[in-house]
């Protein structure tokens, strides 16, 4: 079946700095792709997307690299802040019929 | 924060006990979700429903079984719970292609 998989389950970064979570995925149909932030307690919080037709999109401090070659993409937040610790989820879609997460990245940012 | 509801926040149950859980969606949303997420592991799609109709199903058992109201609420029921049935359970709106929305959950203990 589908799976959408994550490289390293901790990182932990100092205050400032920037932060790469990496996610692969093995089903090649996947079109679309999002990244989720999870607090303590709280439900999943979309923090950004992006098509299979795209290679990079950019937010607010956040991008997301895709590489449909090798399957891979990864969110990288920039000048990480106390507040961006949580848990972080890629999850995947063919047609948003379903979404398939990985099992996620726990980032701890240190003051 | 996202217009999805849930209830009740936290519920305890027996082995053998059935159990329901409410979702209330974003306004507007047509489409609502159900995921279960365990301890430390990223959500997992039980199914979807699209006006009314179930329209995808995960690898989950029969007694996963849910409803969609004509005002788009929704019901997640589980009969005959198992102690592996302890998890947060999502419920995501959404009206495709758009991005789901995710309620903050319910914690289901099950002794």
């Known amino acids: 079946g589908e799976s959408v998989g994550l490289h390293l389950p901790t990182l932990s970064v100092q205050e400032g700095d920037n932060s790469i979570i990496n996610c692969a995925y093995s089903n090649s149909a996947s079109d679309y792709f999002i990244w989720y932030k999870q607090e303590s307690g709280k439900g999943p919080q979309f923090i950004i997307d992006?098509?299979?037709?795209?290679d990079k999109r950019q937010g607010q401090r956040v991008t997301v690299l895709l590489n449909k070659t090798v399957k891979h993409l990864s969110l990288q937040i920039a000048a990480t802040q106390p507040g961006d610790s949580a848990v972080y989820f890629c999850?995947?879609?063919?047609?948003?019929?379903?979404?398939?997460f990985g099992s996620g990245t726990k980032l701890n940012v240190k003051p | 924060e996202t217009g999805v509801t849930q209830s009740p926040t936290h519920l305890i149950k027996t082995r053998g006990q059935q159990v329901t859980l409410r979702c209330s969606s974003q306004?507007?949303?047509?489409?609502v979700s159900w995921y279960q997420q365990a301890l430390g592991q990223g959500p997992q799609f039980i199914f979807q429903?699209?006006?009314?109709?179930?329209?995808g199903r995960g690898n989950f058992p029969p007694r996963f079984s849910g409803l969609q109201f004509p005002n788009y609420s929704s019901e997640l029921n589980v009969n005959a719970l198992e102690l592996d049935d302890s998890a947060l359970y999502l419920c995501?709106?959404?009206?495709?292609?758009?991005?789901?929305?995710f309620g903050p959950g319910t914690r289901l203990t099950v002794t």
């Open positions: 429903y699209y006006r009314e109709e179930e329209n």
């Open positions: 992006i098509r299979s037709n795209m």
């Open positions: 995501a709106s959404s009206t495709p292609p758009r991005t789901p929305d």
């Open positions: 306004s507007g949303h047509n489409t």
């Open positions: 999850a995947g879609t063919y047609n948003f019929n379903k979404f398939y």
